[in-house]
């Protein structure tokens, strides 16, 4: 999963950090939510609670927006229109800068990130959660 990232440049960081808004997020949550699943929206959502913070530093911030702008453009390395393939590169885009960023991943982050599943999916199983955030972990 990790190697999405690493074959990343800076430049192409760049390229997709144009892509990122916060209502482009929202709407491509918004589209995407049953397909991607509960763990690629949570991993949106920690990434998105991180940016919003003031205490991330920018290096963090601008590796963030590069890779929700990834995760916002329809066309990148398996198209999103691909059933079930379709947001493995998404995802694991996801799980390689949460890595990157993970000590920015405050309990609040999390609190916000789950209270707005639970919004969405309605009452979350904590524990999917917890398996979600070992995931980035191990």
Same mark, same amino acid.
């Given at each position: 999963?990790? +190697? /999405? ?10 390229? #997709? ?5 916060? !209502?482009?997020?929202? @709407? ?6 049953? @397909? ?5 929206? #949570? #991993? &949106?959502? %920690? %990434? ?5 913070? =003031?205490?991330?530093?920018? @290096?963090?911030?601008? $590796? ?17 229109? %691909?059933?079930? $393939? ?8 996801? /799980?390689?800068?949460?890595? &990157?960023? *993970? ?6 982050? @999390? +609190?916000?990130? /789950?209270?707005?599943?639970?919004? *969405?999916?309605?009452? /979350?199983?904590? +524990?999917?959660? =917890?398996?979600? =955030?070992?995931?980035?972990? !191990?």
């Amino acid at each position: 999963m990790e +190697s /999405v990232m690493k074959t990343k440049t800076p430049t192409d960081i760049e390229r #997709y950090q144009k892509h990122y808004s916060e !209502s482009g997020l929202l @709407k491509k949550i918004g589209r995407t939510f049953r @397909k991607a699943g509960m763990k690629g929206i #949570y #991993y &949106a959502l %920690l %990434l998105y609670y991180v940016l919003m913070d =003031e205490n991330t530093p920018n @290096k963090h911030k601008m $590796l963030i927006v590069g890779t929700l702008g990834y995760f916002i453009l329809p066309f990148d390395l398996m198209p999103d229109l %691909l059933p079930a $393939l379709g947001y493995t590169d998404d995802i694991a885009a996801l /799980v390689a800068c949460l890595k &990157a960023i *993970w000590t920015n991943v405050t309990p609040q982050v @999390k +609190s916000k990130a /789950v209270r707005k599943l639970d919004t *969405w999916f309605g009452e /979350v199983d904590h +524990s999917k959660v =917890e398996q979600y =955030e070992t995931d980035i972990q !191990s």
